[in-house]
Structures are given as C-alpha cells and as structure tokens.
C-alpha cells in the first residue's frame, strides 16, 4: 500500500482554520475516512480542534490522536504531529488489510454456519442475521478472539492520548442495558473503549467497562456531535459520512433490504443530532436563544463519496481486501481534497451543508 508524499511548508498563519472532526464508523468503509484524514493533514491550513468517532471513526480517531501524541514527545523522534498521524493511520490501516481482521472473521462464521459454503456466494448480512438467530459469539466465539485489540494495542498510546491537550478525542460506545450513548475520552478513553466502540454484537461479546458492558457506538451515536459541540471551541464540523442518506431505488430483494435497513439503523443517530442543531441554530438566528456558554451556532459540513462509495454495498463493510482498502483510502483522499478547493473559504463564516434538506426533511418548522 503506497505512501503519500510528505506535507508541503506551513502555510501564513492567518489561512489557518480550526475544526472539529466528526467521523461515522462502517467497518472497512472507515478506510475511506482514512483517505480524507490523510489529505487533512496534508493541508496545513487545517489545524484540528477535536474527533469524535464511532466503531470505525473510534479506531481513525486515535490513530489521528496517537500521532499528536507521540510527536509530543521531544525524544520521540518525529518531532512533525501531521507526519506522525499520516503514518499512524497508515499503519493501522496496513495492518487491517494484511489481517483481513473483518473478513476472515466473517468467513469463518460463514464456513461454520453453512457447511463450508464461501462467503461470496451470500451477503455478510446474511450471516449476520443467521448467527443472531442460530448462534452467538459467546458460542462461536467463546475466547472472545478479535485480531483488531492485538494490532490496536500494539500501534496506539493510550496514555499519550489522554496527556493530549490538541486534538481532542472522544470515542462513543452503546450501553448495552439502556441504549445510551457513552462517550469516552481522558483517561477513560483506553483500548478497551475502543474495542467497545467497534463491538458487533453477531461477531463479539460485549466488551466489559466498569462491570457495564458495551456493543458498537454505530447504534446510538454514529458519531456523537455532543463533545464537539460542548468541549471544543471550534463552530467548524466536518462530518466524513461513510453511510449513503439516499438510495434512488427501492430494495426489493433480502440482500438490498438488509443492506439499506444497515444504512437506515448506522445514520438514524446523526440524523436526530442534525435535526437538533439545526434547531438550536434556528432559535438563535431568530433570537429566541442567546448564543454565550450554553448555546452556539453551529457550522456544519460533509465529506462524504458520493456515487462511488455508495456503489459498494452495505455487506462490503465486512470485507478487508487490501485492494478494496486501497481504493478506499483514494476515494477519500480525492473527496477530501475536492472539498477543500471548493468550500476552504466557507470555514469560520457558513454551513455548507444544507441540513434541512439533507437531514431534517418534511418535518414542521417548530420541530
């Protein structure tokens, strides 16, 4: 898997903007998210106020955090944060594809459940659907065995991570008793987090917290706006989106109906958060709120892969063919640096998203 080329000189000061990051978990998909992150950090005009992130974010988020981090560090030895977080997602990234992490998990299940039928011939939904019915991972899965805490393990320092003053990191989990979104970051936020926050429930036990137990933030906050909105000092967030709003068909077949009900379920949670800020902004643009500590308007805008990521399908998030990651991760880098030539400017002064038609929809004014 090639290297990009290193950052160029650092810009004049007064280009510079600050944003927040908020970066959606889709399993293999989030090596796209990889993409844009790595031309963010080429572009030393963008400096970062704070990321959040779930289930695949989660894991790009501390990549990101860990390369601050360690160039923290005067004997560290990479006295330059940006290179650093290049080449630590890189190396994450890296270390999924030689894994197969996602996949080979998914293909045993398969060959388990079906008789040593290949995974090719049915969707990953599929066996998502048939283990959740036939068999748990506290069954085909007893030791818990999940290659992603080796390589995270081994690749982030978590407590680097919580030392960090710049970028901030939030990681967001699922309670698996109430629903609730658990947001981890400080101290808190350590490998078993973030194994949590990545936890599907058809693959892997719950992961235990504090004698609570956790299953993938994707399903209550995907990612979470809150910390962004409430910690950091920044109006700027950019959503990388790595789940399609729209379809222009209708699924008709079990394999498109479950991949679009996956889409449906991993965006429910930024949907309602959007729909909220979009609220929020409303009161205070007509003065029925006062911005000060409490409340502030928002600037919202997305990086997302349009018509080429939304041609893979929904059971491809399981797959973590090198090739596919690698595709991935230009798809990302080409959107990323899209956006920037197009909406650089709109950074501190505009939304460039427009959330009532993308997110909000139909429903009244006074929502």
Same mark, same amino acid.
């Given at each position: 898997?090639?290297?990009?080329?290193?950052?160029?000189?650092?810009?004049?000061?007064?280009?510079?903007?600050?944003?927040?990051?908020?970066?959606?978990?889709?399993?293999?998909?989030?090596a796209?998210?990889?993409?844009?992150?790595?031309?963010?950090?080429?572009?030393?005009?963008?400096?970062?106020?704070?990321?959040?992130?779930?289930?695949?974010?989660?894991?790009?988020?501390?990549?990101?955090?860990?390369?601050?981090?360690?160039? +923290?560090? $005067?004997?560290?030895?990479?006295?330059?944060?940006?290179?650093?977080?290049?080449?630590?997602?890189?190396?994450?990234?890296?270390?999924?594809?030689?894994?197969?992490?996602l996949?080979?998990? +998914?293909?045993?299940?398969? $060959?388990?459940?079906?008789?040593?039928?290949?995974?090719?011939?049915?969707?990953?939904?599929?066996?998502?659907?048939?283990?959740?019915?036939?068999?748990?991972?506290?069954?085909?899965?007893?030791l818990?065995?999940?290659?992603?805490?080796?390589?995270?393990?081994?690749?982030?320092?978590?407590?680097?991570?919580?030392?960090?003053?710049?970028? $901030?990191?939030?990681?967001? +989990?699922?309670?698996?008793?109430?629903?609730?979104?658990?947001?981890?970051?400080?101290?808190?936020?350590?490998?078993?987090?973030?194994?949590?926050?990545?936890?599907?429930?058809?693959?892997?036990? +719950?992961?235990?917290?504090?004698?609570?137990?956790?299953?993938?933030?994707?399903?209550?906050?995907?990612?979470?706006?809150?910390?962004?909105?409430?910690?950091?000092?920044?109006?700027?967030?950019?959503?990388?989106?790595?789940?399609?709003?729209?379809?222009?068909?209708?699924?008709?077949?079990?394999?498109?109906?479950?991949?679009?009900?996956?889409?449906?379920?991993?965006?429910?949670?930024?949907?309602?958060?959007?729909?909220?800020?979009d609220?929020?902004?409303?009161?205070?643009?007509?003065?029925?709120?006062?911005?000060?500590?409490k409340? $502030?308007?928002?600037?919202?805008?997305?990086?997302?892969?349009?018509?080429?990521?939304?041609?893979?399908?929904?059971?491809?998030?399981?797959?973590?063919?090198?090739?596919?990651?690698e595709?991935?991760?230009?798809?990302?880098?080409?959107?990323?640096?899209?956006?920037?030539?197009?909406h650089?400017?709109?950074?501190?002064?505009?939304?460039?998203?427009?959330?009532?038609?993308?997110?909000?929809?139909?429903?009244?004014?006074?929502?």
């Amino acid at each position: 898997m090639s290297t990009p080329p290193p950052t160029s000189s650092p810009p004049d000061s007064s280009s510079q903007r600050r944003v927040n990051l908020a970066l959606q978990g889709g399993g293999s998909h989030g090596a796209f998210t990889w993409g844009v992150l790595d031309a963010l950090l080429q572009d030393e005009r963008i400096e970062f106020d704070g990321i959040s992130g779930a289930s695949a974010g989660a894991v790009n988020a501390v990549a990101l955090a860990h390369g601050f981090a360690v160039a +923290a560090h $005067k004997d560290s030895g990479t006295p330059n944060p940006r290179e650093a977080a290049r080449a630590s997602l890189a190396r994450i990234w890296q270390g999924v594809a030689a894994m197969g992490s996602l996949g080979s998990m +998914a293909d045993g299940i398969s $060959k388990m459940l079906l008789g040593g039928w290949p995974s090719d011939k049915v969707s990953a939904n599929f066996f998502g659907n048939a283990m959740s019915q036939w068999l748990s991972p506290y069954q085909a899965n007893p030791l818990d065995i999940n290659p992603l805490r080796k390589l995270l393990q081994a690749e982030i320092d978590f407590p680097a991570i919580a030392a960090l003053q710049l970028p $901030k990191a939030f990681v967001s +989990a699922t309670h698996v008793n109430t629903g609730q979104a658990e947001i981890f970051s400080g101290k808190r936020l350590t490998l078993q987090a973030v194994m949590a926050s990545t936890c599907l429930p058809t693959l892997f036990q +719950a992961v235990e917290i504090g004698g609570q137990a956790y299953w993938d933030g994707g399903f209550s906050s995907n990612p979470s706006l809150l910390p962004l909105i409430s910690e950091c000092s920044s109006r700027d967030i950019i959503v990388v989106q790595i789940n399609p709003l729209r379809r222009p068909e209708i699924p008709h077949t079990p394999h498109d109906i479950m991949d679009r009900v996956n889409e449906l379920t991993f965006n429910a949670s930024l949907l309602s958060q959007m729909r909220t800020i979009d609220f929020i902004n409303r009161l205070l643009a007509d003065g029925r709120l006062q911005e000060g500590a409490k409340y $502030k308007s928002l600037l919202l805008h997305r990086i997302d892969g349009g018509e080429a990521l939304e041609n893979l399908p929904s059971s491809s998030k399981m797959s973590a063919d090198g090739a596919m990651i690698e595709k991935l991760f230009e798809m990302g880098q080409g959107a990323a640096k899209r956006w920037l030539r197009r909406h650089f400017e709109a950074l501190g002064l505009q939304s460039t998203v427009n959330i009532r038609r993308d997110y909000v929809g139909n429903l009244p004014q006074e929502f």
